[in-house]
């Protein structure tokens, strides 16, 4: 039997794009309804941002405590510990659990429904969910695209058996003794090194001749000596063509061409994403392409009147803030606000160990735009703070216009400074001057005081180098 109901605004997708508009879109009296074929949270609660997190803080946690085993130099004396990974991802499902369930509270509380099941498009008004067995139909005036992205498979290297995703490698039911990492992008390291705290033996393969390459050297470096500190084996300008003959691990191609077999019981793919724009009628839509993303402007409408898009489906940076912000823009769009898409910077984090932060301009990419600039670092070496949480590793960099100050770019490498993106996405979008940073009194003893010492560096009156 076929249901049919209509709405105003259509939510496909429940990631934090999607439901962030379907939240918002509920405050302004827009009827809404979001279908979700998954979990609500989408990619990032349920397989991404916040398990990642969540392992990471384990790993962490288990790696402190054996480096305690020894002889640590704080004093502390401890036995060696163990781990029961099975408690831990539990641990983490809870996190996961507690989250996913307040959206549904969110969307309930503020009158958007909620459908699940898997969409498919009819039309740019029309689209159709199986529940089951059932059809329901819903017409809509809007209709907002947020089915977000899945990992790239590589066709000689399929998902499977010792083959996983980040997914599958955010719920081991055991640890493996050997785990290949193909990719040095953030996610493959941010698994790769929580692994390796946890104890397993990990090395990456990466094609490019650095690791997170889309990062640039001096952001990178760090985090390479870490890798190294670490144990972590990583292999630059290197491919995985395909599995051992015998299964129990991969063959590798060194830079020069030659092969050999890199034993491992299990093996993790994380060369990318890619947006999720099959399997579900949108081909039928013939919209604008932007490549393989769906082409949107800059209040994310798409080239059919009254289908938007947003998040990951919708290009770089594929990150949960963008995407919430654009659902959140799309909502009040709709509700007759006037609003544009043009952020002055959207900060982009790596939850490696050291942690890598890049927000706005970085001075390659000042040059290449003609923006002269003045840059500089400080060292977390000379901070106090970063001492005392024995993370001096890393530095602060800040790059302004050299006419008139305004501060164009934040980067950092270092411990906790995933936590500085804020100020630097702030000063940014505020227009601070390198004067406003310098000029600020930042609290004493905290990693930010390198933020405000970069920016006196600039200025040639930094303090304490
Ligand atoms: P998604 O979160 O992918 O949600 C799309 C939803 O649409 C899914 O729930 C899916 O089930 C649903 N859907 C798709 N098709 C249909 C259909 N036909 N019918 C019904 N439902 C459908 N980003 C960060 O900002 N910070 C991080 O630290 C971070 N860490 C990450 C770590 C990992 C391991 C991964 C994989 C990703 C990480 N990301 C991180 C990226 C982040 O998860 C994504 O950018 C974000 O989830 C994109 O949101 P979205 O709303 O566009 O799509």
Redesign the pocket.
């Known amino acids: 039997a076929v249901t049919t109901e209509s709405t105003t605004l259509l939510v ?7 439901y962030v508009a379907a939240i918002r879109a509920g405050q302004l009296g827009i009827p809404t309804v979001l ?5 609500l ?4 609660l ?4 916040i398990p ?2 969540a392992l990471i803080h384990a790993a962490d946690a288990f790696h402190q405590a054996a480096s305690h085993a020894g002889e640590s130099p704080l004093g502390i004396r401890a036995g060696a510990p163990t781990i029961d990974v099975t408690q831990t991802v539990a641990w983490k499902d809870g996190i996961v659990k507690r989250l996913t369930g307040g959206v549904g509270a969110l969307l309930k509380k503020n009158g958007a429904t909620v459908v699940r ?4 498009i009819l039309d740019g008004k029309t689209v159709e969910v199986e529940t089951g067995g059932d059809a329901l139909r819903i017409r809509c005036e809007h209709l907002l695209l ?4 899945t ?1 790239v498979e590589l066709p000689f290297l399929p998902f499977g058996g010792n083959v996983v995703s ?1 997914t599958e490698a ?1 719920a081991p039911a055991s640890l493996p003794e050997h785990l290949v990492v193909v990719g040095a992008g953030y ?1 493959g390291l ?2 790769g090194i929580a692994y390796r705290k946890l104890g397993a033996r990990v090395t990456v393969v990466e094609a490019a001749g650095r690791v997170l390459p889309a990062y640039d050297d001096d952001l990178a470096k760090p985090v390479a000596a870490s890798l190294k500190r670490l144990g972590v084996t990583v292999h630059l300008e290197s491919s995985v063509p395909g599995l051992a003959d015998d299964g129990r691990g991969v063959r590798m191609k060194n830079g020069g061409g030659e092969e050999s077999v890199l034993a491992a019981d299990r093996i993790l793919v994380a060369v990318g ?1 890619r947006p ?1 724009t099959d399997g ?1 009628g949108l081909e039928s839509l013939l919209l604008d392409m932007n490549g393989r993303h769906v082409r949107i402007d800059n209040q994310c409408r798409t080239s059919m009147r009254n289908v938007w898009a ?4 919708t290009g770089e940076p ?6 919430m912000a654009q659902g959140e823009m799309v909502a009040e769009i709709i509700a007759g606000k006037r609003r544009h898409f043009t952020p002055a910077a959207i900060p982009a ?1 790596c ?1 490696t160990d050291p942690e890598v932060v890049v927000v706005g301009m970085t001075p390659q990419e000042a040059a290449t735009l003609g923006v002269d600039c003045v840059t500089a670092s400080f060292p977390f070496s000379a901070n106090g703070r970063a001492m005392t949480l024995e993370a001096t590793d890393g530095f602060v960099r800040v790059v302004a216009r050299r006419d008139n100050h305004v501060i164009v770019g934040w980067q950092a490498v270092g411990g906790a400074v995933s936590e500085l993106s804020a100020a630097f996405v702030q000063s940014i979008e505020m227009g601070a001057l390198l004067e406003d940073v310098g000029g600020t009194i930042h609290a004493h003893p905290t990693l930010s005081e390198a933020m405000q010492e970069a920016a006196l560096r600039a200025l040639g009156r930094a303090l304490h180098i």
Do not use: Q
Request: charged share 20%; with cysteine; glycine share 26%.
């Open positions: 496909i997708g429940g990631g934090p794009g999607g279908v979700e074929g998954g979990e949270g989408g990619t990032c349920n397989i991404g941002c990642s997190k099941g898997w969409a498919r947020a089915t977000g992205s990992p980040s955010l996610i941010e698994l994403r999720r579900y947003i998040g990951d489906l594929m990150l949960a803030h963008r995407a984090v939850f």
